[in-house]
């Protein structure tokens, strides 16, 4: 008898016991063998010769695969866990031919992955769970799991203290407009990307031309709700004109000066 690990003879180092057969025929063996060390990721071959008194030799040869790594799985949506409505899509990439399940309260449901590996479920979140459980399971029976905390918001934003450092009316070609946002997001202030402090504060120099500069004012949060303001700030650089009528002749001590700007 002999053994042989891919290409590799290991009957040294394999447990051969044979027992006869109590009704007479021929005795019957068993040959284990346990690698010193694991074996790799991937395919592996085995191949079994025995031979009888006779001389005559059989020989099995089975494959298998090691696979001990849980399957890639990445959920792109919704995007931070935040939704804007009880329904919604779960989006992502997992391997192709995985068992993939989402576990929604006491609800399990199964999905198909597509043929490359991607996948998208609509759910409705029922109103007292906020936890969704996305498990992929593949063929060896590893598991990768991932746990959404779903926060539903479908309320705006709100900005405060809105102040622009000149006022609203100024003859300067900028201001600073600051102000406060009461939740993490994107601030954009005439499309443009204002940084937000760990506080919620901002601020941000706009240039002005002179007139009126409606200045838009907008902030997504991380549900996606949008709010939109806006604020006027006009700038005047004209001197204003002054027109005096004053008399030719005074006939008193006192002087009469009308006019108009």
């Known amino acids: 008898t002999r053994l042989f690990v891919d290409g590799t ?61 849980a399957p890639a799985l990445t ?7 935040y939704i804007t409505d009880d329904t919604f899509t779960i989006s992502g990439m997992t391997e192709p031919d995985v068992d993939l399940e989402f576990s929604i309260g006491a609800d399990k449901y199964m999905v198909e992955v597509r ?4 996948f998208s479920y609509t759910i409705q979140l029922p109103d007292t769970v906020t936890d969704v ?34 006022g ?39 240039d002005l031309a002179e007139g009126t500069n409606a200045i838009e ?4 949060d991380l549900a996606g709700n949008v709010l939109v303001d806006w604020i006027n700030i006009t700038r005047d650089t004209v001197a204003p004109t002054i027109d005096i009528d004053i008399p030719d002749q005074v006939n008193d001590g006192i002087i009469n000066i009308s006019g108009k700007v």
């Open 9 to 69: 003879e290991v009957t040294s180092l394999a447990k051969i016991s044979v027992e006869p057969d109590d009704s007479g025929g021929y005795p019957r063996g068993t040959v284990t063998h346990t690698p010193a060390e694991p074996l790799s990721e991937g395919g592996h071959k085995v191949e079994l010769r025995a031979s009888d008194f006779a001389g005559n030799v059989a020989t099995e040869t089975w494959v298998f695969t090691v696979d001990t790594l």
């Open 75 to 81: 959920v792109n949506s919704p995007s931070e866990n």
């Open 115 to 118: 043929d490359d590996g991607t």
């Open 133 to 166: 459980v996305v498990e992929a399971k593949d063929t060896a029976g590893n598991t990768a799991r991932q746990t959404l905390e779903i926060t539903s918001d479908s309320e705006l934003s709100t900005t405060s203290g809105l102040k622009s450092s000149n």
């Open 168 to 206: 609203y009316l100024t003859n300067k070609d900028k201001t600073i407009l600051s102000g406060t946002v009461d939740e993490p997001g994107e601030l954009r202030i005439n499309g443009r990307v204002v940084k937000i402090t760990s506080i919620g504060t901002f601020n941000q120099i706009i």
């Open 217 to 220: 004012i907008s902030m997504t």
